[in-house]
């Protein structure tokens, strides 16, 4: 093959550059592709409708002068351009601290998009490669929190990362696990109308990204990890029910890892799968079509990382694996009783948390937990690393409520709520107590900013105690210029 091909500022081996020829079709221009591969990539965020409405987002934001572009494949997906990046980073913005947005690669709100396509209203959903959780989140909202999500990562490092963004989120119907995923085929047989394998790959198509992404790049390392995609997607396919829809993708580009596998699986099961093709996904998708069905994205198509994504139809049974022999040990959490849930209810209500109806309190010693309601045919199957959300501390004056439960449920427009300015805002982000200028009338308050909710504060005489976890308090600017000018 000769010496690498190195193309300021990305490593592109002749290998691969080959491997890309005989994949790409002959409509596009392979000049094109090796000109988007050198390209920085275009960031881009997804608004996160749990917490506020695309409308109101915008309008939000429109004093900020971002320039904001729809990504056509997902409403809530927005390409954007800022001029105060080097001085206020997108992930340090008060609306991404409030959970408003996600900041997710374009192309990675694909494979959500084909989960819930033509109406498919899952209410059982896996998200087997689960971690950090971008598309955990966008499958929350759009089942508006009901139903139940296992959200599945295999690497113990990244299982914290998965909660604290679910957890900004306001995400409620998660149940976190931690196994490799293929132990899913025999522990939860036809179990779930709906599975997202993102799965593990060679990344490709994140060279705008990371332009030493192929530094360690070669044919062998693919085959090994098409090996271990293959496993993963027939685990997935026994998990489905019949009738479920599973959507396997990547953020990779050869055909071993993308088309082979699902080739792979539908000739594994040619009398129980089939291919439901994705040319009616968004305007423009035929360019991205494969002859399949499939979407292979290159990076030059839609100028955004490139990415694969096949959606498959599970049509009838199969016989099950043989029942795992592990065992799942003790589940150390009891449901309340009615009464008891009634009371917990009443009480949060007081304090501004509106609890779901689609979930049930559970108790764990001092700790009371709220679990949406659909887990209970998955307990005692598989163990659960988090479960919901963790609402309250039971101690003899009351109720000491969560911050991860009060940023998912607390109502911004109840009688106890507090709306700080830009600048007491920011102070909340930094851990610091509130001084605000007139005092509050109730003890314990719903700390608000523009509407979105930030936490709960106990009054203590003149000051708003601060309840910020510590291990979420930020340093630095927050917010922009104009909004602090404003309130001063």
Known sequence: MGHPLVQNPSFLPEAFLDAMRAAMPAAHDFNDFIAACQRPLRRSLRINTLKISVEDFLARVAPYGWRLSPVPWCPEGFWITRDDEDTLPLGSTAEHLCGLFYIQEASSMLPVSALFADGNAPLRVMDMA??????????????????????????????KVLHANISRCGVSNAALTHFDGRVFAAALPETFDAILLDAPCSGEGVIRKDPDALRNWSPDSNSEIAATQRALIDSAFHALRPGGMLVYSTCTLNQQEN?????????????????????????????????????????????????????????????????????????????????????????????????????????RDKELWLFPADIAPLLGKVRFSRIGLRLAEVFNKGYRWQHEAVIALADAGHDCAWALSAQEAQEWFRGRDIYPRATPTHDVVIVTWQGAVLGLAKRVGSRLKNSYPRELVRDGKLFADTLIADNN
């Open 259 to 363: 088309q082979q596998v699902c080739r792979w699986l539908l000739e594994r099961y040619p009398n129980a799968l089939e291919v439901v093709p994705l040319n009616n996904l968004f305007d423009g998708a035929e360019k991205a079509l494969t002859a399949e069905g499939f979407l292979h994205v290159f990076p030059q198509i839609y100028d955004c990382e490139g990415f694969f994504v096949a959606r498959l139809r599970k049509t009838g049974n199969v016989a099950p694996l043989p029942a795992p022999r592990y065992k799942t040990g003790n589940f150390p959490f009891t449901p309340l009783k009615t009464r008891e849930q009634d009371e917990v209810r009443l009480a949060a209500a007081q304090v501004g948390l509106r609890l779901p109806d689609a979930h049930t309190l559970w108790q």
């Open 130 to 159: 689960a971690a950090p959780g971008s598309k955990t989140t966008q499958i929350a909202a759009r089942m508006e929190n009901r139903g139940v999500i296992l959200a599945n990562e295999y690497a113990a490092s990244r299982v």
